[in-house]
């Protein structure tokens, strides 16, 4: 059984730093991509960051450059989402999703992950 479990949201205030964790199972880490989304209510899915696991590339949205990074722990089947310089604006559920890391086009469309998890609560106070 496939699994994506998010840890590490929570409150915190503007300018603080949050650290989340993916956490995988039931598919072959090393050859799948894994990315964070968030979703804001009212507004649709965007994606965040993306790292590939059988190269170790990363990519960012424009928004979160210089502020986030994603590392993955390969022994661990574990993704993680470093935030730094918090905004208010960052505040949404965060979802980290899988897909086979081959021919990454549409890297932010949420349709193109075969797996998500049930995402964790970033609420960023001003």
């Known amino acids: 059984e496939v699994q994506l479990v998010e840890s590490g949201g929570e409150l915190v205030q503007a300018g603080g730093s949050l650290r989340l964790s993916c956490a995988a199972s039931?598919?072959?880490?090393?050859?799948?991509?894994i990315a964070w989304f968030r979703q804001a209510p009212g507004k649709e899915r965007e994606g965040v960051s993306c790292?590939?696991?059988?190269?170790?590339?990363?990519y960012y949205a424009d928004s979160v450059k210089g502020r986030f990074t994603i590392s993955s722990d390969n022994a661990k089947n574990t993704v993680y989402l470093e935030m730094n310089s918090l905004k208010p604006e960052d505040t949404a559920v965060y979802y980290c999703?899988?897909?086979?890391?081959?021919?990454?086009?549409?890297?932010?469309?949420?349709?193109?992950?075969?797996?998500w998890g049930q995402g964790t609560q970033v609420t960023v106070s001003s």
């Open positions: 039931g598919f072959t880490f090393d050859y799948y991509a």
């Open positions: 790292i590939s696991n059988d190269d170790g590339s990363t």
């Open positions: 999703a899988a897909r086979y890391s081959v021919l990454l086009l549409n890297l932010w469309v949420p349709s193109e992950y075969e797996y």
